[in-house]
């Protein structure tokens, strides 16, 4: 449900902006800082949409564009896949691709889980806050359908992830009817899923390497060839393969922006 509630605080970062790459996880961010949360286009910067203080935001397959001044004091929580789908009355499909201020989900209750975090008088205080608020705001139970749990489990598999048609012969389910079904929960279909689940192995693969041999990347990584693993990194981050080795930070999904 929960991937893990985190918390950071530090000075502004020499770079004004970074993309956020996409991993197919919702995502709920606090700005514990009093300007406004802005998300960018990524393909034009001069285009932004401005949020409160909290977004959700939803499973994602493209990436976009933080401003680093508003990153000085958040705290957040990453959900697994499929892991928001309890805290919401929408299915997650109707957050696909989205940021939504929080108020517009939780109304009052978005600042008010704000004020008692910054009421908390240490991290692990403000987190355990974080956690206790989440578990009031439950409204479904927090396990997701057993075709949909089966799935990302198979998805997931880290040496033989499943394919979607492998997974949809076993479950006995239509493909119809289980496609809608995972992508209410999930947020994004099996299909688009898979092949960010893929993108992301990719960038685990590579992260922090020097020499990287990028045929052999794509193989490890399930793609046909090595042309269809650059057109599917260039789709999911905007950037060639290359380009991310070498602005990579140590956080694998940031990529800075000069």
Request: charged residues 20%.
């Amino acid at each position: 449900m929960v991937k893990c509630l985190w918390y950071w605080q530090g000075a502004p970062q020499t770079h004004l902006k970074e993309r956020l790459l996409p991993n197919g996880e919702p995502a709920i961010i606090f700005n514990l800082c009093e300007d406004p949360i802005r998300i960018y286009d990524a393909t034009d910067l001069s285009r932004y949409s401005s949020y409160g203080h909290a977004v959700l935001s939803g499973a994602r397959s493209d990436c976009f564009v933080i401003d680093t001044l508003q990153q000085e004091r958040v705290v957040g929580v990453q959900f697994a896949p499929g892991g928001a789908y309890p805290f919401f009355r929408m299915p997650a499909s109707e957050a696909e691709g989205l940021s939504i201020d929080l108020t517009d989900l939780w109304h009052g209750r978005a600042g008010e889980i704000r004020e008692r975090i910054l009421a908390a008088a240490t991290v692990d205080a403000m987190l355990a806050t974080l956690e206790r608020c989440m578990l009031q705001l439950l409204i479904r139970p927090p396990e997701l359908h057993p075709a949909v749990a089966y799935a990302l489990q198979q998805f997931a598999h880290p040496s033989f992830p499943a394919r979607v048609n492998t997974v949809t012969g076993r479950i006995g389910l239509s493909s119809r009817r289980f496609i809608e079904l995972f992508h209410r929960q999930v947020g994004l279909t099996p299909k688009v899923f898979c092949r960010v689940h893929r993108f992301q192995q990719a960038l685990q693969t590579v992260h922090g390497q020097q020499e990287v041999d990028w045929a052999q990347v794509a193989l490890e990584c399930g793609y046909y060839d090595q042309a269809h693993f650059i057109h599917d990194f260039r789709f999911f981050s905007g950037l060639t393969p290359s380009a991310y080795l070498a602005a990579a930070t140590p956080h694998l999904n940031h990529v800075p922006l000069t």
